[in-house]
């Protein structure tokens, strides 16, 4: 599904921020991305999002060389991707329910096609009872499960997560990455999951994609 190839990338003429990137992604699987600060987790994440096209290298995703694809075709791509950040990113003028089915909104479909898809995604992550609710009504951990939510909502192959636990208790974050590992066993969606948090580590045994000064090894 994903495999990067002696990847580098510097921005402008600065120093190379990774080097000589490579590995493999398998559909299903679920990955942990670790590093310290500065270590380029966002900038890979970057990549894998197609935000961000290598300085050199070779990245394939779904069977496609994406450093020869021009803007239309990427878009395309991208909408087999989806991404949880930090911050949760909600629309505070939207309920619960209107943030979750924002994607589908866009992708034109309309909301007697996708409102029992939403109300279920909803029920499953907890949240049925909060999908009128704005986001300055809900907690830390209610937001992040609609933002996860929002972004499996239109079944993207691959989900990629900036660091989700960074804004809540040791208790949420394990709660958050069980409900990552369900979407990934129920709906066999390819996770990529960035964290600093070594106790995740310790208790989720999923392999790891360690950098560390822009360079990348594997732990299984």
Do not use: C
């Amino acid at each position: 599904m994903i495999e990067f190839s002696d990847v580098g990338l510097r921005y402008g003429n600065g120093p190379e921020i990774l080097k000589d990137v490579s590995f493999s992604i398998e559909p299903g699987s679920f990955h942990f991305l670790t590093g310290p600060s500065g270590a380029g987790k966002t900038s890979l994440l970057r990549l894998l999002l197609l935000s961000l096209r290598p300085s050199r290298g070779r990245v394939t995703m779904f069977d496609q060389d994406v450093s020869h694809l021009d803007q239309d075709s990427l878009l395309q791509l991208r909408r087999h991707i989806g991404i949880v950040f930090q911050e949760f990113r909600l629309l505070d003028h939207l309920t619960t329910f209107e943030n979750v089915a924002l994607p589908l909104r866009v992708l034109g479909q309309a909301e007697s096609e996708y409102r029992p898809n939403v109300i279920e995604l909803l029920e499953w992550v907890g949240l049925g009872e909060r999908m009128h609710a704005l986001p300055s009504l809900l907690s830390g951990g209610e937001k992040q499960r609609a933002a996860i939510a929002r972004a499996v909502i239109a079944r993207p192959k691959v989900l990629l997560a900036d660091e989700p636990t960074g804004n809540v208790d040791p208790e949420l974050s394990d709660r958050l990455v069980h409900l990552f590992a369900e979407l990934n066993r129920t709906l066999g969606t390819t996770i990529i999951l960035a964290t600093h948090e070594l106790p995740l580590l310790e208790r989720f045994a999923y392999p790891r994609m360690a950098l560390n000064k822009g360079e990348l090894t594997i732990h299984a």
